[in-house]
């Protein structure tokens, strides 16, 4: 069974290292996995820790997509418990406790405060979420309690005052999303599998009974083509689960209607303390999220049906002012579209409904498994929260179809790349890398230059930027300052600033040259421009003029 396993250390965990294993003559894969999301990724750790030999590929870099632009919750789901969705919800607090015992250095508790402006509401939420905690059985976080206004207000500093009634304390699980999808990446290669990001697949291979039999691929960074043999294909790729259907049966019909997620970062002063808030009824019957997250505080979400999807959704206006107005109903120091230092927009990949509808309300958040005549298995809707069960059932599918040897899960108790006991005394601007830390404290010792911060608004260090192209794959400043360091996520001014810095040192690294540099920081400037609320003051010729 672990026959194709290799010893792993962070340094295996390189491109161009993988990517020679494309070119061996003759091989055939067990499994490969298209797309490098939380769904992917977690089929792409499952199979390879079976012992098969597995290949995952994405189109761009890992959790480019929905995957990094999460509420940043591991949660069951209080929304979906109201709704009556209950072995959703009993599935996803299983999940929860299981991710925060595999990743303790990316994953953990994080109490909610919702505050109440009538005794109704007190008593009807309190009820409710002692039910959450009882469903999650021996993976309770703490116990909900009731609480006083004079609580609500000692816990939530800013919250409006007037009206109150007091509140409900609860806990959820919060998370790096984009750091635990990287990390999921490294323990796939860590189990025997290959995964790499910069890979599209352009079609599909077929045998001569029409079964799927393979992939064709190219790499995006050389244009480099391969045709990939597989025992089995398995469609992960988030909202464009569609394309790759239609890449087998052009005349298939959609099987996801996205529904884009906005979300809104503001400075933590606004929240004043390490409570999140939570609304569970705002006044369009949504859910709304005040949560701390990075030294910063995340307003949203917000639930919009959409026909169109892209790797850059764009936040509309109405969704915007629809987290400012109604966190300023709440707060008692208004954000304003002033105060937004960057704000982002993810698509959820939503299982369709078979009939017509506008509202997400009908959209199965349960996950679905679809095998079609030619043998492609496609998985699609669900959360990150239950990721991990999403790749088990993915699996255990792709084994009865393929004739693949039966080999029972073990992910419940697989720890994920860098996890490390909590209470480790890893320095907390370094706790994310959890194990990993070790390896960034040591290339500083090497170089004392690399200690350097990199913006006098981060505690980031130049250390980490060599790290991420060294050991993390990252091929881009957009790879680095989005989904390793998360930077353009919560100050996309900050992120533009440390863009020239970022290029120069990557492109040491990688052996890139100075026009490389210039196109990097010119197109990341453009990209980090539509996380902003108001143009960039500083123009981009001046960016580049600094390389």
């Not at 506008?358 to 030619?374: D, F, N, Q, Y």
Request: proline share 4%; with cysteine; charged share 20%.
């Amino acid at each position: 069974m672990d026959g194709n396993k290799k010893n792993y250390t962070a340094s295996a965990f390189n491109r161009a290292a993988l990517k020679q294993e494309l070119a061996l003559e003759g091989q055939v894969w067990d499994v490969i996995v298209i797309g490098g999301g939380a769904t992917g990724l977690g089929v792409g750790v499952d199979a390879a820790s079976r012992g098969f030999r597995t290949l995952l590929l994405e189109q761009s870099d890992f959790a480019k997509g929905t995957s990094s632009r999460s509420t940043k919750l591991v949660h069951g789901g209080v929304r979906y418990l109201a709704q009556g969705d209950v072995s959703l919800v009993f599935e996803a607090l299983r999940e929860r406790g299981l991710l925060i015992q595999n990743a303790p250095h990316l994953v953990h508790r994080q109490p909610f405060v919702i505050p109440s402006y009538s005794w109704w509401n007190k008593m009807f939420y309190g009820i409710g979420l002692n039910v959450y905690d009882w469903m999650a059985g021996r993976y309770r976080l703490e116990k909900t309690s009731f609480l006083s206004k004079a609580a609500v207000t000692r816990l939530l500093p800013n919250v409006r005052k007037e009206g109150l009634a007091g509140g409900i304390m609860y806990y959820d699980g919060q998370f790096d999303d984009a750091r635990l999808a990287v990390n999921l990446a490294q323990t796939c290669v860590e189990q025997g599998g290959v995964a790499l990001n910069y890979m599209k697949v352009d079609g599909l291979l077929k045998d001569g009974s029409g079964k799927v039999a393979g992939v064709q691929v190219h790499d995006v960074e050389s244009g480099e083509a391969y045709e990939l043999k597989a025992k089995v294909v398995v469609n992960a790729t988030g909202v464009f689960v569609n394309e790759v259907l239609q890449m087998d049966a052009p005349k298939q019909q959609p099987l996801v209607r996205p529904s884009q997620g906005v979300h809104v970062v503001i400075d933590r002063s606004f929240l004043k303390g390490d409570n999140a808030l939570m609304l569970p009824k705002t006044p369009d019957g949504r859910v709304l999220f005040a949560v701390p997250w990075h030294g910063h505080v995340l307003l949203g979400t917000t639930d919009t049906p959409l026909d169109e999807h892209s790797l850059e959704p764009r936040a509309l206006e109405q969704e915007i002012d629809f987290i400012l107005q109604t966190a300023g109903q709440y707060l008692e120091q208004k954000p304003t579209r002033q105060d937004v230092l960057s704000v982002f927009a993810g698509l959820r990949p939503l299982a369709a409904p078979t009939k017509n509808s506008g509202s997400t309300k009908e959209i199965s958040r349960s996950h679905k498994l679809i095998v079609a005549a030619s043998g492609l298995i496609t998985i699609t809707g669900g959360k990150w929260t239950t990721y991990r069960k999403m790749a088990e059932d993915t699996v255990d599918k792709a084994i009865a179809l393929a004739g693949l040897p039966f080999r029972p899960c073990n992910t419940e108790g697989l720890q994920i790349h860098g996890a490390i006991n909590e209470k480790s005394n890893i320095l907390k601007p370094l706790s994310i890398y959890g194990a990993d830390a070790r390896g960034v404290e040591e290339l500083v010792q090497q170089q004392p230059g690399l200690g350097r911060p990199l913006h006098k608004k981060f505690s980031h260090i130049q250390a980490e930027v060599v790290w991420a192209a060294r050991h993390e794959m990252a091929r881009t400043v957009e790879d680095v300052l989005a989904r390793r360091l998360r930077v353009l996520f919560l100050d996309a001014k900050a992120a533009i600033d440390m863009a020239p810095q970022v290029a120069e040192l990557m492109a040491t690294e990688l052996g890139h040259d100075a026009a490389w540099q210039q196109d990097q920081v010119r197109v990341f400037t453009q990209l980090a421009g539509q996380y902003l609320l108001e143009p960039y003051s500083k123009a981009t010729p001046a960016a580049v003029d600094q390389i």
